[in-house]
């Protein structure tokens, strides 16, 4: 064992107290969100048969963080990580059970569908951006790597695999039960956050006359000068638009090109999550041995070759194990890739820096699912998955440039947090 893995043995993330209670709020906050969900397209269709205005319901998902991603991180570096985080919580559960409580009379609307799209999406431009800051106040920053890693794969289990069976039981108990429980599952989350013992961060004060849109832009230039998070961002955006040109023709490409019908969509899908929770416990060991920048890499490869295996390979269980993989290596990229801009970013920037990268990212996701089904319509129902395995490949080719400002596992003291290339 070297000196590096010894280290990593004896600190490791400690259950009780504030971390213990942050990851029950994830994870239960997560089991909620997976309920809703499912549950607002069952809603959308019940009200009408216009696929546009259904998927409609699913856009209004992404516009908000394009809008107002940049502000939530502006926001986030301003304010109480932990008090905006309850209290968007608070004001979450709120707004779900008032939709909820319109169910139960009969006034559910496409509109107000849409408007609670919307609104639950806006808020939560804020909500993740505190949460990335909250972290480091949490953890010693030699563990982060096994905190984001214990964090995702406990919100992957909550939300990929145990709420799917609740949803059709809750609705069989009405059509608001899904809602109401996710409602809950924020008034919980909020009380849990709200109990954390913290001290806020030291902030430098503001110079005079600062605009949050200067402080944006400062966010912007850090990110961008930042070779390494600057290469992670772009390569994160192209596999982005892989992945929705993947998941937008999915059911597709199993029920068409395979004819493996809904049950192989859905075997498609448990085998997903079921690699990403298999990632969650391998992300660690990966970056262990290779660091951060490295870790991408390895996953970014073992991808490309994955959806080249889905994309040629016509039979199901080729199918399978492409998804197992691209779930088991998704996640380690996701728990390298939120570390990596913990460390490399200043403490009273990380909520601009990380809503910068998400912003820019997250904007990949509707293109590559417009440009996925263009591309189905034109070249067939497996070309999505070919087009991704390409995406993939440059996102590999641009990270090579970053890989020698790496940063180790456990590395609290070599520059790294300050943005400066590691030695």
Same mark, same amino acid.
């Given at each position: 064992?070297?000196?590096?893995?010894?280290?990593?043995?004896?600190?490791?993330?400690?259950?009780?107290?504030?971390?213990?209670?942050?990851?029950?709020?994830?994870?239960?906050?997560?089991?909620?969100?997976?309920?809703?969900?499912?549950?607002?397209?069952?809603?959308?269709? *019940?009200?009408?048969?216009?696929?546009?205005?259904?998927?409609?319901?699913?856009?209004?998902?992404?516009? %908000?963080?394009?809008?107002?991603?940049?502000?939530?991180?502006?926001? !986030?570096?301003?304010?109480?990580?932990?008090?905006?985080?309850?209290?968007?919580?608070?004001?979450?559960?709120?707004?779900?059970?008032?939709?909820?409580?319109?169910?139960?009379?009969?006034?559910?609307?496409? %509109?107000?569908?849409?408007?609670?799209?919307?609104?639950?999406?806006?808020?939560?431009?804020?909500?993740? @951006?505190?949460?990335?800051?909250?972290?480091?106040?949490?953890?010693?920053?030699?563990?982060?790597?096994?905190?984001?890693?214990?964090?995702?794969?406990?919100?992957?289990?909550?939300?990929?695999?145990?709420?799917?069976?609740?949803?059709?039981?809750?609705?069989?108990?009405?059509?608001?039960?899904?809602?109401?429980?996710?409602?809950?599952?924020?008034?919980? !989350?909020?009380?849990?956050?709200?109990?954390?013992?913290?001290?806020?961060?030291?902030?430098?004060?503001?110079?005079?006359?600062?605009?949050?849109?200067?402080?944006?832009?400062?966010?912007?230039?850090?990110?961008?000068?930042? *070779?390494?998070?600057?290469?992670?961002?772009?390569?994160?955006?192209?596999? +982005?638009?892989?992945?929705?040109?993947?998941?937008?023709?999915?059911?597709?490409?199993?029920?068409?090109?395979?004819?493996?019908? +809904?049950?192989?969509?859905?075997?498609?899908?448990?085998?997903?999550?079921?690699?990403?929770?298999?990632?969650?416990?391998?992300?660690?060991?990966?970056?262990? /041995?290779?660091?951060?920048?490295?870790?991408?890499?390895?996953?970014?490869?073992?991808?490309?070759?994955?959806?080249?295996?889905?994309?040629?390979? /016509?039979?199901?269980?080729?199918?399978?194990?492409?998804?197992?993989?691209?779930?088991?290596?998704?996640?380690?990229? +996701?728990? @390298?890739?939120?570390?990596?801009?913990?460390?490399?970013?200043?403490?009273?920037?990380?909520?601009?820096?990380?809503?910068?990268?998400?912003?820019?990212?997250?904007?990949?996701?509707?293109?590559?699912?417009?440009?996925?089904?263009?591309?189905?319509?034109?070249?067939?129902? +497996?070309?999505?998955?070919?087009?991704?395995?390409?995406?993939?490949?440059?996102?590999?080719?641009?990270?090579?440039?970053?890989?020698?400002?790496?940063? %180790?596992?456990?590395?609290?003291?070599?520059?790294?947090?300050?943005?400066? %290339?590691?030695?």
């Amino acid at each position: 064992m070297t000196a590096v893995e010894a280290a990593e043995a004896v600190k490791r993330p400690v259950w009780r107290g504030g971390f213990g209670r942050l990851w029950t709020a994830a994870v239960i906050s997560r089991f909620g969100d997976a309920l809703r969900t499912a549950a607002l397209p069952l809603i959308a269709v *019940r009200l009408t048969d216009e696929p546009l205005v259904v998927a409609s319901v699913t856009a209004c998902g992404y516009v %908000p963080w394009l809008l107002f991603g940049l502000l939530g991180g502006a926001v !986030a570096d301003r304010v109480d990580q932990r008090r905006a985080m309850w209290a968007v919580d608070t004001v979450r559960g709120l707004l779900v059970a008032g939709f909820a409580f319109a169910v139960v009379l009969g006034h559910a609307s496409i %509109p107000l569908l849409l408007v609670l799209a919307f609104c639950l999406t806006t808020l939560q431009t804020l909500f993740d @951006n505190a949460s990335t800051a909250l972290l480091p106040a949490l953890v010693d920053r030699e563990v982060l790597g096994g905190a984001n890693a214990r964090l995702m794969t406990g919100q992957q289990l909550a939300g990929g695999l145990l709420a799917g069976p609740f949803v059709p039981l809750l609705l069989t108990a009405g059509a608001f039960m899904p809602f109401a429980a996710d409602a809950g599952t924020y008034f919980l !989350a909020a009380a849990l956050v709200a109990s954390l013992r913290i001290r806020p961060p030291e902030r430098t004060p503001r110079p005079a006359g600062s605009t949050l849109r200067t402080e944006i832009g400062e966010g912007l230039r850090a990110l961008w000068r930042d *070779r390494a998070l600057r290469a992670t961002c772009v390569a994160t955006l192209l596999c +982005n638009i892989g992945m929705g040109a993947l998941i937008a023709t999915l059911v597709l490409h199993v029920t068409r090109w395979l004819h493996a019908g +809904n049950a192989g969509f859905a075997a498609a899908m448990t085998a997903y999550s079921a690699g990403s929770l298999a990632g969650g416990f391998a992300a660690q060991r990966i970056a262990r /041995r290779t660091g951060r920048v490295r870790a991408l890499l390895v996953a970014g490869t073992v991808q490309t070759s994955s959806l080249l295996l889905v994309g040629t390979v /016509r039979h199901l269980a080729a199918l399978l194990i492409g998804m197992l993989l691209l779930g088991a290596m998704g996640m380690v990229w +996701n728990v @390298n890739q939120v570390t990596l801009m913990q460390h490399r970013s200043p403490e009273s920037m990380l909520g601009r820096i990380a809503s910068a990268f998400r912003t820019a990212s997250t904007s990949g996701a509707p293109l590559g699912a417009l440009l996925g089904g263009a591309v189905a319509r034109a070249s067939g129902l +497996n070309a999505p998955a070919l087009l991704a395995s390409v995406l993939f490949g440059l996102a590999v080719t641009s990270l090579i440039s970053a890989r020698k400002q790496d940063v %180790p596992v456990v590395a609290p003291g070599d520059g790294a947090t300050t943005g400066h %290339p590691a030695a």
